[in-house]
T-cell receptor, first 114, second 118 residues
Framework: NAGVMQNPRHLVRRRGQEARLRCSPM?????VYWYRQLPEEGLKFMVY????????ESGMPKERFSAEFPKEGPSILRIQQVVRGDSAAYFC????????????FGPGTRLTVL | AQTVTQSQPEMSVQEAETVTLSCTYD???????LFWYKQPPSRQMILVIR??????QNATENRFSVNFQKAAKSFSLKISDSQLGDAAMYFC???????????????FGQGTRLTINP
């Protein structure tokens, strides 16, 4: 069973461009979580999605950030008009359901904003 | 809101020795889960051990064990017989056991960088 997949692994954007980060959950998992890790810090929750629904977006910045998890295809975290402060590692995790307490993490996408 | 605190930014230990990493948390909930994750230089987050708050027995996974003190809201990780491959950042994390909307997220501490000296 393949693990959580994220691509790209590394993404470089110039200020003002858009960044799209993709996450394919483990097979059979319908719950996806996005976390952000700033340099030398712990992971911070951003958003929790189920297929076609955003369940908890309490950690998402109010502007420029959005996330989706369509019926078909990967979950997408989209950052519009990136700024240098968006430079971080973005991790996706998945789980099969709310009754399962473990979240399985992908390898992360390292976003660098020039 | 729940918080997790790791007061040791860095720790080091001699290979084959034992080391304990500290973690405290703050919550008003009675039922929750606690985790220790390892993040090696590859940055992959690897689950090391988990503890359900309703279980009094401390969790153990091979060389890794925890000391869970619910009343003190403390959750330390003990690594026995340290190996070079244990060198990594270690994160303590909390998750509510509730079924409400915001219960699913993991709340992480700041991390402890563990160095193993040969």
């Amino acid at each position: 069973n393949a693990g959580v997949m994220q691509n790209p692994r590394h993404l470089v954007r110039r200020r003002g461009q858009e960044a799209r980060l993709r996450c394919s959950p483990m097979k059979g998992h319908s719950h996806v979580y996005w976390y952000r890790q700033l340099p030398e810090e712990g992971l911070k929750f951003m958003v929790y999605l189920q297929k076609e629904n955003i369940i908890d977006e309490s950690g998402m910045p109010k502007e420029r950030f959005s996330a989706e998890f369509p019926k078909e295809g990967p979950s997408i975290l989209r950052i519009q008009q990136v700024v240098r402060g968006d430079s971080a590692a973005y991790f996706c995790a998945s789980s099969p359901g709310t009754d399962y307490n473990e979240q399985f993490f992908g390898p992360g996408t390292r976003l660098t904003v020039l | 809101a729940q918080t997790v605190t790791q007061s040791q930014p860095e720790m080091s230990v001699q290979e084959a020795e034992t080391v304990t990493l500290s973690c405290t948390y703050d919550t008003s909930e009675s039922d929750y889960y606690l985790f220790w994750y390892k993040q090696p230089p590859s940055r992959q987050m690897i689950l090391v051990i988990r503890q359900e708050a309703y279980k009094q027995q401390n969790a153990t996974e091979n060389r890794f064990s925890v000391n869970f003190q619910k009343a003190a809201k403390s959750f330390s990780l003990k690594i026995s017989d340290s190996q070079l491959g244990d060198a990594a950042m270690y994160f303590c994390a909390y998750r509510s056991a509730g079924g409400w909307q915001g219960a699913q997220k993991l709340v992480f501490g700041q991390g402890t960088r563990l160095t193993i000296n040969p």
